[in-house]
């Protein structure tokens, strides 16, 4: 049977680099707690008018070229994200036509922070399965869409207008524990069958449990709603995610590790024997934590949400990438992969590079 690997990857980081101090302008806040509670100190943002589907196209082609792989030798694309360009159709015809692909199939995941290894376990039976040969996965997000500002709190965190009403401070203050952890990026990764019985997926676990959904969740523009967005909403700000913190801070670190024990124990894996442990990047306190728990060591676990914020579908692909180009990654190397997100949904996968 055969087994997939990874043969390429490519990222999308947009030009607009926002501190912390920025965002302490528009709101009640301050580099030093944003940095103390989450680990982040930048983020970037898309110029108005760019898309996830504009990211994730972007970093897909250069994934294929990172690859050598033509577009027209993928027979699969999968598109995660939590931010796509319409409520329909989803984001992955988006990509095949801006990618000049051939039809082919196509699945518009949407596991939020788990999105893109929930796209592994799709990518990965279809391999083995022999459906597919050459998998694209994007994971891309523009979260600046969630964002409540007025155009002049926009203007005010940009350095072009000299300060916000009192008003609006309030405002973009009762979302101060949301929005400094986000930032937008797209990654992705080309996954190709190969015959090398030592390398490709190992095993993979994947979980969903509704019960508490609603701790991180956006409330408002959906179709529970009729019509399922108007005015009021946005007035509410039921159109920005809710997030109990503490709550979901306590699922995230409960599940990622358990998610971890089991894949690696029933694997035969000792922590220590793994090169990199890529950890979806939502708060630096929750991977610490983690990794203290799993007993691994600094170097196992490389992080970027200092620079990037929590890129949720992005944020492993971009881990992958970024330790690929930097040689950490070796042919026949082990690495684990977690996440944990909205839905709630988590998971682990284990694979030889
Ligand atoms: N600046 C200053 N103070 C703030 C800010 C801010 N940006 N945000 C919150 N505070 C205040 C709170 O109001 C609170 O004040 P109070 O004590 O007077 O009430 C205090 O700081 C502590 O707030 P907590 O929410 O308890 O802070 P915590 O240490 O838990 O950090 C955080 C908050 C960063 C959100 C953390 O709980 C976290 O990361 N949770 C998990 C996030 C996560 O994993 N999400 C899943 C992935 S996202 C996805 O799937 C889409």
Redesign the pocket.
Known sequence: MPRSIIVGSGKAIPPICVTNDMLARV????DA??QE??GVKTRYYVEKGTSSADLGALAAAEALANGSVDKDEVDLLISAT?TPDHFFPGNGGLLQKRLGMKPLTTFDIRQ??AGFLYAMQLADVHVRSGLAKTVLIVGHEVHTGFMPYSDNSWACMYGQSEKVTPEEFEWNSRF???I??FGDGAAAVVVRATDDEGRGVVDQLLRTDGTDYDK?YVPGTGFSHRPYTDPEQFKRGDHV?V?E??H??KL?TTRMIEASQQVLTRNGVKPEDVKLVLM?Q??M??NEYCAKQLGLREDQVPHNIERYG?T?AATIPLLWDEAARAGRIEKGDQILMVA????MNWGATLLRA
């Open positions: 709101m009640d806040t301050t707690w944003i509670r989450s939590m939020q922070c101060r524990h949301l400094p952890l991180l995610p997030m913190g503490r979901v801070f995230a979806h939502a708060n306190r929750i929590n949720t944990f997100g909205a839905g």
